[in-house]
Nanobody
Framework: QGQVVESGGGSVEAGGSLRLSCAAS????????MAWFRQAPGKEREGLASIVTRGGDSTYYNSSVKGRFTISQDNAKNTVYLQMNSLKPEDTAMYYCAAGPGLGWPPLCGIAHPNYHYWGQGTQVTVSS
């Protein structure tokens, strides 16, 4: 019911780009918010960016990736994307997509992982120096 599936990860050299995709079920996509997170070995899960998928199209970014990463959506495909440019070795991590209801209306999405209830299995991104 609340399915999300990530794709597009891979290995790139520093300075390169990748675009991740997150295909969601209609149920998940209609929860109002979708976001990207990442987790590197031995580190906590980090919220990267969120986007409103119902009731608006506002975006929010973690300052650590603002200006390099761009989140976008295709409502016709129930899909959210994360365009990642100027990648650095420290961007190496498992990247996850998640869907959730947000707070209030219009929804405030943010990047706090407890607000997201439906998670994908992740896609690995490896950036070499």
């Amino acid at each position: 019911q609340g399915q999300v599936v990530e794709s597009g990860g891979g290995s790139v050299e520093a300075g390169g780009s990748l675009r991740l995709s997150c295909a969601a079920s209609t149920f998940a996509y209609s929860r109002s918010c979708m976001a990207w997170f990442r987790q590197a070995p031995g580190k906590e899960r980090e919220g990267l960016a969120s986007i409103v998928t119902r009731g608006g199209d506002s975006t929010y970014y973690n300052s650590s990736v603002k200006g390099r990463f761009t989140i976008s959506q295709d409502n016709a495909k129930n899909t959210v994307y994360l365009q990642m440019n100027s990648l650095k070795p420290e961007d190496t991590a498992m990247y996850y997509c998640a869907a959730g209801p947000g707070l209030g209306w219009p929804p405030l999405c943010g990047i706090a992982h407890p607000n997201y209830h439906y998670w994908g299995q992740g896609t690995q991104v490896t950036v070499s120096s």
